[in-house]
């Protein structure tokens, strides 16, 4: 029998993408929809579910809550725990972990917090079963998250399983790859729109030059990805799951009309990237070839440049304020007509570009606050 619940939905993101993430939650059907500090809240029932664990590209995981109460105290928050019914959401002889978020006076010590969470859901199995569920912290069958906001306590279950970054096409990467997630979310705050050439200029091991490729081909984020933790919860369809890929996968588009190009200095991070490409599918859509970006030109054509270069962060360059500097100077003298998006995390040495941004968003890149700046080039 199909499960018509509407349940209450958190899709964690990144800062700075969470407007972005809420589109795309309204664009599948959720309601309710309410932007948080790295997340969005909706609801819906278990098609928007599998619809947003499929096809929002933004979202890292989708956790499902299971209840909401207060506790002023640890003993308060593991008898509250304790009533629930796990069996609902645990087998016996699956695993499955705890994750926290905390922000609470009250529940100072969240590993004490995570830890009484545990201990109530172990013993709701021990006093009935007198057998209990085992953790497993690297690959567990079922993730449970505590989240506290001062005594409001709020326990949810992943329904993705493993982030949603890991979309199933990365062979390999460079020292510096972006986050999936980050750069389909880079690509969506870009003016993407009526362009002849997207191009990355400097595409390391090419997460932007896939993320866009698929955002403009309308392939579903997770395509090539074959686990999600709601396979394993009690209501799962197997025939609304293949119902909903089955309609994301009608609005493929192959036939673009722009070219996909990316360059990098680096044989080898073009080497990855080519492995990358072909493992998306996407062998014949993008061109990818090696190139120092400095000085080169792109002459009575339109597009987008939109690029990621080293910080001097992780990729230790010899002169950075130079090498952006030069960058600047090729994209005035090469890319007339063009749009340029650079995403740094070294705000002094985009100050060296030269150009006036007409655009800033501000990201983060980990732990690293980066900006997307946009130049308009004439
Ligand atoms: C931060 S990484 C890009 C990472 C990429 N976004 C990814 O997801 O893998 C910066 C890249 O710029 C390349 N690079 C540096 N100087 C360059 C130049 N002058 N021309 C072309 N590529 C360059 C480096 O080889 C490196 O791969």
Known sequence: MSDNTIYQFTAKTFHGLEKILASEVKKIGASDIKILTRAVSFKGDIEVMYRANYEARTALNILQKITEFTANSSDELYEKTKKINWDDFIKLEETFSIDKTIHSNIHKHSQFAALKTKDALVDFYNEKYQKRPSVNIKSPDKKINLHINGTKCTLSIDTSGDALFKRGYRKDTGPAPLNEVLAAGIVMLTDYKNIDYFYDPMCGSGTILIEAARIFMNIPPA??????????????????????????????????????????????????????????????????????????????????????????????????????????????????????????GNMNAIKSIGLKPSQKHQLFNGKIECKLLKYDLY
Request: glycine share 4%; no cysteine.
């Open 223 to 344: 395509y090539n990805r074959q686990k999600f933790a709601f396979h394993k919860f009690s209501n799962y369809d197997y025939q609304l799951w293949n119902k909903v890929k089955r309609e994301a996968e009608k609005r493929i588009n192959k036939e673009i009309p722009l070219k996909i190009i990316g360059t990098d200095i680096e044989d080898e991070l073009i080497k990855i990237t080519r492995k990358n490409i072909s493992e998306a599918g996407l062998r014949n859509y993008i061109i990818v070839q090696r190139k120092n970006f400095i000085n080169t030109k792109f002459e009575n054509k339109k597009g987008l440049i939109v690029t990621n270069p080293p910080y001097d962060e992780r990729i230790k360059s010899l002169d950075i304020n130079n090498l952006y500097k030069d960058m600047g100077d090729t994209l005035k003298k090469g890319y007339k007509n063009w749009s340029g998006y650079i995403f740094s």
